[in-house]
């Protein structure tokens, strides 16, 4: 009985190996990615490493394929949409929230701009009011206004 367990065990702890061991590849090869395309002389490397990835997510996606063909008789439909579903529920419930800490940023560049330009209390919340009221809490009129306050405070340091 322990051998036929120890048998049955082999082929998942191979599988947790190779997948322990293609991430660190992975994430090397993609870091490896972003220095070559930096360089004009090593776009060569750059294409090769592009190839390599594509042929790295190629096998795993016929992997993939291939275990879902072989084991279709023991999978779940249920516990299997589910699975499907969670990152995409965990994104779609994410986004309100990313939304608002990148409007926090955002307004804080802004804000911390007007607080160096304006040393009087009576010009700075004039301004950080027509900020918030011209702008009505939007992210795609408010990154300029927070990047002019990030260029104009470092000129003025220098």
Not at 7 to 19: I, K, Q, S, T, V
Not at 116 to 125: I, L, N, S, T, V
Request: proline share 5%; hydrophobic share 50%; glycine share 6%.
């Amino acid at each position: 009985m322990n051998r036929q367990t120890n048998d049955a065990c082999r082929p998942l702890a191979f599988r947790e190996r190779a997948r322990s061991l293609s991430q660190p590849v992975i994430v090397g090869l993609g870091m490896l990615r972003v220095v070559a395309a930096n360089e004009p002389e090593n776009q060569h490397v750059r294409k090769f490493i592009d190839a390599l990835l594509a042929l790295i997510g190629v096998a795993f996606l016929a992997y993939t394929g291939w275990r879902t063909y072989a084991d279709w008789a023991t999978l779940d439909p249920r516990q299997v949409a589910l699975e499907f579903l969670l990152p995409v529920w965990l994104t779609v419930g994410l986004l309100p929230c990313i939304y608002v800490l990148s409007l926090l940023i955002t307004y804080d560049s802004a804000l911390r701009g007007i607080n160096w330009a304006a040393k009087d209390g009576r010009p700075r919340w004039r301004a950080r009011l027509a900020l918030v009221t011209g702008l009505h809490f939007g992210i795609v009129m408010s990154t300029p206004l927070a990047g002019i306050a990030r260029v104009s405070s470092s000129r003025h340091r220098a």
